[in-house]
């Protein structure tokens, strides 16, 4: 993993200039300073991006299907081809790693029996990703994981969502891609000449990726997206949130609700819900919710010998499932996170966490756990166990992305099933708002000069570039037309494979999809928990089954995503940007806070722990302080909201700061 840059090769030549080295980030957790980041080891060190010159070379022939040309385009050339009718790449063969930087680490890891489509991606550009050699923060925060690594000098070649991108940037580690992308990721450059606007750092360093379907499908920029079909993927947003219950324990609660399975036949019926069909639950407060949760617990269920637990706060990775999405849902903050947000009674930039309410919140959350509603012993379970637990119906209720799988409840003869079941519990928009924004991305790649050498850059562009190419779109959809997965009738794709088309067109979770590794839309890596480069996020193309298919017919599949009070009762959205965290990235003294957030997340976590009410207080005095130590200041608050009111801005420069008043 640690390859030292080679020396310049004759067909390239790299200009680089000196940049000043600055001192580590502070390690919160251990009140110790984190090592410097020494400038990357070449013979000087630049401010200049790089630069590639091709000279002239003796050609190495070629078949008439095989191409050597790193200037090669083909799915530019043919935009409508099939992966399977380009060239095969014949020249360098490319092992990339990577540091996937968010987070905490805890991906789970899966399988692909039969994936068909990294051999294709080799097949066209030469270029495979080392999932065994790549990392993640292994438990800790991004900060300690670089201190780590800079003192090993043994960076991967990509970090994936870097952290802190100025601090990469400013130790002189990352390479200026600004002259290389035009000529070897024409793709990202249309990107930027049409509708994504990132910040001129992200430009300079970052291969954006994964775009979010809802933005993308909100502008007029791709005037060839059926924005009926593809609301499939981009449906009226919910104005309310949704758990999951096991419809066995929703029946023995609310005799009246519906069973999965007749929201299924009522689908199949006539294809619609009404808001009254959809509110069958009737959990109207935070109240009503905790007193079902309670009710679940006096049901005392059990599956074989094993108590079946009503609720769980935690999922073996970090508390975002919880307090970003469950809670926001409880408290009427939807898509507010618990880090950043705008309170609009205030007007001004706030820290959630630091809020009395929210405060209140996690104390109830604890209480769950003291009275045994929520699982214990889930707080000590790594995410493995947890999956495990919900594959086997353990939790009565989940929540989040934390889907349950029916098919494989269905396959081992489970007498239940989980339906959706909304909380009608209204916004409170005189404090909180939702956005719609510019069009952005959900993931970035980042390339280190300590490990890649700079003659390898172009193959690395042109490898992403395919990869958010049209071809690559319909490759991770539906696999490369030589595996034969599907067939071509009356001019439109048809699985062969009933099971695969029920996972691809309606998220039916039968693993079909991860036997072949084709994205289903239901998440943002591939299925071995690592690095899988896609133009829209989690894949969510126009070239998807899900937007493509023929749903006139319909099936008892596509009943969950029609279950959905959006298509009744969508949200009001403001066109502003959003103050979340991580837009900060320019903002020295929150990203460095949000760097070392496992500072922050530990100790917030272990709240959750206490024993009494008292004990709670405590820890979570303890959490603020920590905090505070971590860099989540007032000061830096104020700077945070002083860049937010400056750079609130559309693409055309248009001030949206006086749509959140």
């Not at 510019?438 to 700079?454: E, H, Q, T």
């Not at 298509?567 to 929150?590: C, M, R, Y």
């Amino acid at each position: 993993m640690n390859k030292k840059l080679k020396s310049v090769m004759s067909m390239l030549v790299v200009m680089i200039l000196v940049l000043s080295v600055f001192a580590g980030c502070s390690n919160s957790d251990k009140e110790a300073s984190s090592p410097s980041i020494s400038p990357a080891s070449t013979a000087s060190a630049s401010t200049e991006p790089a630069s590639v010159e091709a000279t002239p070379a003796e050609a190495t022939p070629v078949a008439a299907n095989e191409t050597n040309d790193i200037n090669a385009h083909p799915w530019i050339d043919n935009p409508d081809a099939d992966t399977s009718d380009l060239p095969t790449w014949t020249g360098k063969q490319l092992k990339l790693t990577y540091w996937q930087a968010e987070g905490t680490g805890g991906l789970g890891k899966k399988k692909s029996a039969n994936d068909v489509v990294t051999p294709e991606v080799q097949r066209v550009t030469g270029v495979t990703i080392d999932e065994d050699n790549s990392i993640d923060n292994g438990g800790q925060s991004w900060d300690i994981k670089l201190s780590q690594l800079t003192a090993a000098n043994d960076y991967p070649d990509m970090v994936w969502n870097a952290q802190d991108l100025k601090k990469l940037v400013d130790a002189n580690k990352l390479y200026d891609l600004t002259e290389l992308i035009p000529k070897y990721a024409p793709n990202l450059q249309k990107m930027y000449d049409t509708f994504l606007k990132p910040t001129e750092m992200y430009k300079k360093y970052s291969l954006p990726f994964g775009i979010y379907e809802n933005l993308y499908a909100d502008t007029d920029h791709d005037p060839s997206v059926d924005l009926a079909k593809y609301s499939v993927f981009n449906p009226p947003v919910d104005s309310l949130g949704y758990i999951w219950v096991r419809d066995d324990v929703i029946k023995k609660l609310y005799p009246s609700a519906k069973s999965e399975k007749e929201i299924q036949d009522m689908y199949v019926q006539k294809g619609a819900f009404t808001k009254e069909e959809i509110l069958d639950v009737p959990i109207n407060s935070s109240d009503d919710f905790i007193k079902m949760l309670y009710n679940i617990k006096d049901l005392q269920l059990k599956e074989g010998n094993k108590p079946v637990s009503p609720f769980f706060v935690s999922t073996g990775t970090d508390n975002w499932p919880l307090m970003a999405v469950m809670m926001a849902i409880l408290e009427g903050r939807m898509d507010t996170d618990y880090y950043t947000y705008f309170n609009k009674k205030d007007q001004k930039l706030a820290y959630l966490f630091k809020q009395p309410a929210f405060r209140e919140d996690v104390k109830l959350m604890n209480k769950l756990v003291i009275d045994g509603v929520a699982s214990k012993e889930g707080l000590l379970d790594p995410n493995e166990v947890f999956n495990e637990k919900l594959k086997n119906g353990l939790y009565a209720v989940t929540y989040a992305w934390m889907t349950p799988d029916n098919a494989g409840l269905e396959a081992a003869g489970k007498p239940y099933k989980y339906r959706k079941v909304y909380l009608n519990i209204p916004q409170k928009t005189d404090e909180f708002l939702r956005y719609k924004s510019n069009v952005g991305s959900r993931s970035g790649l980042y390339i280190f000069k300590d490990s890649v050498a700079p003659e390898d850059l172009p193959q690395i562009l042109r490898w992403y570039d395919y990869m958010v190419s049209q071809s690559a779109e319909k490759l991770r959809s539906w696999g490369p037309k030589s595996a034969g997965l599907f067939d071509e009738v009356s001019g439109s794709r048809v699985f062969k494979d009933k099971e695969l088309a029920d996972n691809m067109v309606y998220q039916t979770q039968n693993g079909k999809a991860l036997q072949y590794n084709l994205g289903d839309s239901t998440t943002i890596t591939a299925p071995t928990g690592g690095l899988m480069v896609t133009f829209m996020n989690q894949n969510k193309s126009k070239f998807h089954p899900a937007v493509t298919y023929d749903r006139s017919v319909r099936t008892p599949a596509g009943a969950d995503q029609a279950f959905s009070i959006g298509f009744t009762d969508p949200a009001q959205k403001v066109l502003a940007n959003s103050p979340n965290i991580w837009v900060f990235g320019e903002v020295p003294s929150l990203q460095k806070a949000f760097a070392a957030k496992k500072a922050l997340e530990d100790p917030l976590t272990k709240t959750l722990t206490a024993g009494s009410a008292a004990q709670f207080d405590k820890l979570y005095d303890d959490f603020l302080k920590s905090a505070d130590k971590a860099g989540f200041t007032d000061a830096a608050l104020a700077e945070g909201d002083k860049y937010f009111r400056e750079h609130n801005v559309g693409g055309d420069g248009v001030d949206y700061m006086p749509n959140i008043k």
